[in-house]
């Protein structure tokens, strides 16, 4: 049976479509800001930081109706404002939302702040519904994970195969959740990818937006212009190389609000008009795609043994969620859960004392797994572990048990869970 049929049919109402306008091939004028070029990538400035596409039609309608507007920010410690002086005002988010709250006093606006610091586009596919309400409908959706999509994936087909299942899996949770919303994708930067001429995590994320009709916007050409107009140095825009301070996040930020000022202002905006009918989806670029994934509670599990509930420990960054989870201390400890789908795992917190454990799909092989990487000694943190991924869906049995090793770095052998992961 087809996934559509076991997931209650989500692909159905995978609709959306908006009028486009023709690619006149317009080239760029710099006495005039609001010309799209060829390839529908347009100057702010002098810098080609925009691609329009199928820009913030119906969000741009919702703001004209002065009713009340639903914007989403899912991404990574960039989004949660990490480096700035104050992340709930000088942050590029915090900026964002102040630019709307003022253009737009009469709008009753939501913020919905879903940035979790050092995670990727794959956890972020699995998390989305926890952390942004889609079933209460949102209206738009700001995603921004370029940096940490380029970390620890080379420049690989499978590097590349797993940055478009995260981004994809987003993009279309996000039209079957809030099919009204939105969606625009952000690409910050970093001391690594400021070296590059053609940033690998960037150019796949481009791949779903141009598939899918989203528009960009990359902070990382805003700052590669102001470091080749001899400026200054990137240092004194991000002192640790990644983290934008507040003068960088402000150069962010007003990337973005050349991008609005158009999309929500312009005459070609205006003049669209937004096709609300349902219409059958794009085909996906990838059929693994994360559409159907999920972060579960840590309740979910059964057959527990020597295993107990545990509060946050300390000390603990990137999660600003409820931190209670399952703690395994001792060798043999165990717990088992089953979802369905392609594949399944766990999202941990990994810290000082984390140990080797091993586990077991489906009654298979017990395999070990040791999640002890350089950022343990410092803190606690979560980490996403993927423990079986497939081509074929099924009904996927885990066991999970602690072992008498660790990481030779490691303080101890605790295995901490925090939620179930599927896919």
């Known amino acids: 049976m087809g996934r559509n049929h076991q997931r209650g049919g989500h692909e159905a109402s995978l609709a959306r479509s908006v009028e486009r306008k023709p690619n006149t091939g317009t080239r760029y004028d710099s006495r005039r800001k609001d010309q799209v070029g060829e390839g529908g990538v347009r100057d702010i400035g002098n810098s080609k930081v925009v691609h329009e596409r199928e820009g913030l039609p119906h969000f741009s309608e919702k703001l004209r109706c002065n009713g009340s507007a639903t914007v989403a920010f899912l991404g990574g410690s960039i989004t949660e404002g990490f480096g700035a002086s104050d992340p709930d005002r000088t942050s590029w988010r915090a900026l964002t939302e102040r630019y709307f709250t003022e253009k737009y006093p009469d709008v009753r606006w939501t913020f919905v702040n879903a940035g979790v610091g050092g ?6 596919a699995h998390r989305l519904r926890s952390h942004v309400p889609l079933a209460d409908g949102i209206d738009l959706l700001l995603v921004e994970f370029a940096v940490n999509d380029s970390q620890h994936r080379d420049r690989s087909e499978e590097g590349r195969a797993e940055t478009l299942r995260g981004m994809e899996g987003i993009v279309r949770q996000c039209r079957t959740g809030s099919p009204m ?17 053609d940033p690998f995590s960037i150019s796949v994320h481009e791949e779903v937006a141009k598939h899918y009709g989203i528009p960009s916007v990359s902070f990382w050409r805003e700052a590669r212009d102001w470091l080749d107009a001899g400026n200054g140095q990137w240092e004194e825009l991000a002192p640790d190389g990644v983290h934008p301070n507040d003068a960088g996040y402000a150069l962010y930020a007003k990337a973005l609000f050349g991008f609005l000022e158009h999309a929500l202002g312009g005459s070609e905006t205006t003049e669209r008009e937004a096709n609300y009918s349902e219409c059958n989806p794009l085909a996906p670029l990838r059929e693994d795609n994360y559409e159907f994934a999920a972060m579960l509670d840590a309740t979910n599990v059964y057959d527990l043994l020597d295993v107990k509930w545990s509060d946050k420990p300390e000390p603990l960054v990137n999660w600003r969620y409820d931190a ?50 350089e950022w343990c ?26 072992t008498p090793l660790k990481d030779e770095r490691s303080t101890g052998y605790t295995l901490r869970m925090l939620g179930i992961l599927r896919h």
């Open 119 to 124: 995670t990727n586009s794959s956890l972020g």
């Open 181 to 197: 919303a939105d969606i625009a994708f952000l690409y910050s930067a970093s001391k690594d990818n400021l070296a590059e001429t």
């Open 377 to 402: 000694p410092l803190f606690n943190r979560p980490v996403m572990i993927s423990l079986v991924s497939q081509t074929n869906e099924e009904n996927l049995r885990i066991n999970v048990r602690n």
């Open 324 to 373: 209670k989870h399952l703690a395994a201390e001792e060798a043999g400890a165990e717990f088992s859960f089953e979802v369905y789908g392609r594949g399944a795992g766990l999202l941990l917190l990994c810290g000082p004392d984390t140990g080797i454990f091993e586990f077991s799909v489906n009654g298979g092989e017990y395999r070990a797994h040791n999640p002890f990487d």
